[in-house]
């Protein structure tokens, strides 16, 4: 029997999971390589550490025969020349250079029209502010172009020789016409980018070779997100609120990312947060503990933590500030407060966080019922009574929690025949453990909470121009 192999091409390394043809998990495999930071700000890796990755993750899988779905991380940039071969280290999602040729894009299209047709505002962290930064700082380079490809793109042309994209991940390029699903001829004209140097771009279960998507539509298909009604929710280092869209729709300031989805003819939206339990993790490195003490200490305090409010904007923010610049903060402190307050302040501050995406995705029309929480900071009891709280919204866990990988693999599925189509592949094989209900005796402090949240940032935000 064919068995369905997802693999997610992540910052840290590739995971890997082999499902029986009924979405069962039967192996799984992770191997890691290692993140470049030459210049503050900047973050690159070696497309061919992703290649040599997977090929050792799919070893140690040793499937036999296998259908293989890919995912991966987003918006970043892989230049080849005429013969396929890389021509300098990629250009990642998180990296931060590109300031000057963002402004560039929005004044060249429009910010209006640019919403229009790409879903997006420019932000340093799409591909094509990368291409401009190319053709500006290293015109030797961007002179030998021949093929821009993403992460897991480049990683399908080495195992399958097939060069092709999806709707999902094209739709992080800003050179993608989101509403129509196509490349944006006025964009790549007005910013004087070759169309051929762009891979066809495919619906994600008929990609060619190994169908595919970005890893926040493949992972919402792997926690059960295929259509409107539950959100997912990701704890994880950045945080994530993911609803599906009956059709196209976009915040008029694209506070929120709005997607071409893994479903073919669906969109989504999304607020990102650049810190989630990456705040939680700072705090652990800063005064120590291991987690489950920490949070046990958090647990002693009242919802509010009598006053004292942490802003988690310790990279700057994307939802729904746009900020590089944002900056986090404890305000409220007094000499009551210890370390067990400092840790219930940082989980409300970032559940305050996702409900500002929230917040912006039902200006958008979208009507939750259920939020899929994933992620490290998923595994808190706490956390996830917080969340749910302050979201008003009950909350269940995956039980697969490798949500990117596991959608990759029921795409594969789809490509395969094992199910007729993405929906019929999430109701057979998504399932969830425990459900979280919003706590009612919280309610009326974290209403108090969140409009205290509202009112820091800005308050503070002159006192970063000083």
């Known amino acids: 029997m064919t068995s369905l192999v997802g693999l997610d091409v992540g910052t840290t390394g590739v995971k890997a999971l082999a499902l029986s043809a009924d979405g069962v998990v039967t192996g799984r495999a992770e191997e890691e390589y290692p993140l470049s930071t030459p210049r503050p700000g900047w973050a690159e890796q070696d497309p061919d550490d992703w290649v040599r990755a997977a090929e050792a993750a799919l070893r140690s ?107 999902a991940d094209a739709s992080g390029t800003l050179l993608f016409d989101v509403p129509r699903r196509r490349w944006s001829e006025e964009v790549l004209e007005a910013l004087e980018i070759p169309a051929a140097w762009l891979p066809s771009a495919y619906e994600s279960p008929d990609v060619p070779a190994a169908p595919g998507a970005g890893d926040q539509a493949a992972a919402a298909l792997g926690v059960g997100v295929d259509r409107p009604g539950p959100l997912s929710i990701v704890l994880g280092t950045s945080g994530v609120v993911f ?169 594969a599925g789809v490509a395969a025949g094992s199910f007729a189509d993405v929906h019929e592949a999430v109701e057979a094989c998504v399932r969830t453990t425990g459900r979280t209900e919003p706590e009612p005796s919280w309610r009326e402090a974290y209403e108090a909470g969140y409009a205290r949240f509202r009112a820091l940032y800005p308050a503070l935000r002159p006192l970063e121009d000083r």
């Open 243 to 411: 609803a599906a869209l009956p059709g196209f729709a976009a915040d008029a300031e694209a506070r929120v990312h709005a997607f071409c989805h893994a479903v073919p003819g669906g969109w989504h939206a999304m607020g990102v947060m650049l810190s989630a339990a990456g705040s939680l993790r700072w705090l652990r490195d800063t005064v120590g503990g291991a987690y489950g003490d920490l949070i046990a200490e958090a647990e002693r305090w009242p919802p509010g933590a009598e006053g004292l409010t942490f802003l988690p904007y310790l990279q700057g923010e994307r939802t729904p500030h746009a900020d590089p610049n944002a900056r986090g903060a404890f305000v409220g402190l007094t000499l009551r407060h210890d370390r067990g307050a400092l840790v219930r302040a940082v989980l409300e501050g970032v559940a305050y966080g996702l409900r500002d995406s929230l917040e912006l995705l039902r200006g958008l029309g979208v009507e939750a019922d259920v939020g899929r929480a994933s992620g490290g900071g998923a595994r808190s009891d706490l956390w996830l009574r917080i969340v749910a709280t302050v979201l008003d919204l009950p909350l269940e866990r995956p039980v697969v929690e490798e949500g990117s990988a596991y959608g990759a693999a029921l795409l």
């Open 61 to 167: 899988l040793d499937g036999g025969d296998t259908s293989l779905g890919l995912s991966g991380q987003m918006h970043g940039l892989v230049v080849l020349d005429s013969e396929q071969r890389v021509l300098r280290p990629a250009i990642l999602w998180n990296d931060q250079r590109t300031a000057v040729e963002c402004a560039e894009i929005e004044e060249r299209i429009g910010l209006g029209r640019l919403i229009e047709l790409t879903g997006n505002r420019a932000l340093p962290g799409f591909t094509a502010p990368k291409l401009l930064w190319l053709r500006r700082h290293e015109p030797e380079v961007y002179e030998r172009i021949e093929h821009v490809l993403l992460p897991k793109d480049y990683v399908r042309l080495r195992l399958t020789g097939e060069r092709a994209t999806d709707a």
